[in-house]
C-alpha cells in the first residue's frame, strides 16, 4: 500500500465504524448470498461477530505502519479461520462484498480513490491470512 493509500484507509476507518451497523449487515447478506455454505460458520445471532469484524478491522488498519506485527497478526488469523472452515476462495467473495458494503457505508464519501485504498488493504489482509492458512496445511 502507498502512504496516500495509508492515510485514506486510516482517516476513513471513523465513517466505517460509524456506519457499522449498516455496513455489517450489507457485508452479511452479500456473503450469504454469494457463499450460502459460509452460514454454518457463523452463530445465528451475528450481532457478536459483527462487532469483532469491526474491532479486528480497526486493529489492522491501524497496524499499517507496522507492517511486520501486521503481517504475523493476519497469518494467526487466517489460521484461525481455517479451522473454522474458511477456504482460498471465501476470500475474493469477502473481498467483494466488503468494498460493496463500504461504498454503501460510505455513501456520498466513497470514491475511486477510496475504493482503490480499501482494495489495496484487502489484497495485503487476504494475501496474510491465506498465507497463514497455507502455512498452516502444509504443517499438517
Known sequence: MTPEQIHLTQSSFIGI??????????????????????????????????????????????????????????RNLGVRYFHYGVKFNHYEIFGTALLKAFSVGLADDWNNELKGAWAAFYVKVSYEMQTGMQADQCAA
Open 17 to 74: 465504524m460509524e456506519n457499522s451497523e449498516k455496513i455489517t449487515e450489507i457485508l452479511h447478506a452479500e456473503l450469504f448470498h454469494k457463499a450460502p455454505e459460509l452460514r454454518s460458520i457463523f452463530p445465528i445471532d451475528t450481532e457478536y461477530q459483527k462487532m469483532r469484524l469491526i474491532i479486528t478491522l480497526g486493529a489492522a488498519v491501524n497496524m499499517l505502519h507496522a507492517p511486520r506485527r501486521l503481517e504475523q497478526t493476519l
